[in-house]
């Protein structure tokens, strides 16, 4: 689905989710969410959804949704990720509504997409077993499922969960869809480096679901999306790390002169500076590939991983160093966002298994 929106159009989008967020979405509010229930933001979700309609972008008009494509998504995840915001804009706009698209099931699409293009629903993904990504933590057998979903972002908030599932053993992976409340589901939330991304377990004892029909390739197709919009997110962290450490430096008076007026300092961000820009490239080639359904897509989103979770686990530690001791506090923001770049590289494969994928 190629993108027919202007650039004059996707500016004015860009600008409206950045207004919501500046307006709605201070560092006081995202750590309250972080100890709120669901531990999401669910007003500013709320606002998002009716003001904006960030969770309807990608989703076809016959489903009720805006009908552009992912690379408007993709902005409204770089303005999210610039901020921190705990909304389920991944979880639920990205991976379940990406979920959905990709398995091509009409039924499916008409039953799930309105509620979730509104944002009157949510829906988490559950995928990764124990030992990550590769081989899912659910089976599926007789039309029940059986075992436990590690990992799975905002589940603890989902309204509906939409279950990769291993069948058997010949690799064939399966899409399921069960509502969160159902009987045999146990939802457990998980301590996590990032307290700004909820995780959750979830476990399944046999419960009843209703398949999904879906490509044998349906988990290779999610992992491409989701590394090539993980790689906006992480742009847009970047991008508002490197601000921050601009702002403080040049705030910040050491022997009578501002730190940012110094020759190395001023050398350490302009590094900074290009490693975000690098980032951006990167995920645009990536976005652009997964938008026009090109057959390099998944290369590129691999690279745009690899790329994207070391140079902002490098402009994050950079930040970190630059704002001295206050950096790694926990009142100061900067800290959050190198806790968010450590947790994001981590996502849907480590980079080392990107490179793996992308040698084959």
């Known amino acids: 689905m190629t993108s027919s929106v202007s650039a004059d159009e996707r500016a004015a989008l860009a600008d409206s989710i950045h207004d919501v967020l500046r307006k709605r979405s201070t560092p006081e509010s995202v750590r309250a969410a972080m100890r709120g229930s669901g531990r999401v933001d669910r007003d500013l979700w709320g606002t998002l959804c009716t003001e904006v309609g960030v969770a309807a ?79 899912p933590g659910v089976q599926a057998e007789a039309g029940l499922l059986s075992g436990t979903a590690e990992y799975v972002i905002d589940g603890e908030s989902a309204d509906v969960f939409l279950v990769l599932a291993g069948a058997g053993d010949g690799g064939l992976i399966t899409l399921h869809e069960v509502d969160a409340s159902a009987p045999g589901v146990t939802v457990t939330a998980l301590p996590v480096l990032d ?26 197709r999610i992992r491409t999306l989701a590394w090539a919009m993980l790689s906006a997110e ?48 990167m995920s645009a080639a990536a976005i652009a590939a997964v938008v026009d359904g090109r057959s390099d897509a998944a290369e590129l989103a691999a690279a745009a991983h690899v790329q994207c979770s070391e140079e902002y686990m490098r402009v994050t530690g950079e930040a970190i160093q630059l704002h001295g001791g206050i950096g790694i506090t926990w009142e100061h923001d900067v800290g959050l966002y190198f806790k968010r770049a450590q947790a994001d590289a981590q996502l849907f494969g480590q980079p080392h298994t990107a490179l793996q994928s992308m040698s084959l």
């Open 57 to 135: 972008l990608a989703v076809p008009e016959r489903y009720d949704g805006a009908d552009v494509s992912w690379a408007e998504t993709a902005l409204a995840v770089e303005e999210i990720g610039a901020t921190l915001s705990p909304v389920p804009m991944f979880s639920s706009a990205v991976l379940a509504v990406g979920a959905l698209l990709a398995s091509e099931d009409s039924d499916a699409a008409q039953r799930l997409l309105p509620g979730l293009a509104s944002g009157e629903k949510t829906g988490a993904l559950c995928w990764a077993g124990a030992a990550g990504w590769d081989v």
């Open 195 to 220: 307290p700004t991304r909820a995780l959750a377990r979830v476990s399944f004892d046999e419960v009843s679901a209703t398949a999904i029909s879906s490509p044998p390739d349906i988990a290779d």
């Open 234 to 281: 992480q742009v847009g962290g970047a991008a508002r790390t490197l601000t921050l450490t601009v702002e403080y430096t040049s705030a910040r008076q050491q022997f009578g002169r501002t730190l940012a007026s110094f020759q190395a300092l001023k050398h350490r961000m302009a590094d900074m500076f290009v490693s975000v820009e690098a980032m951006r490239s």
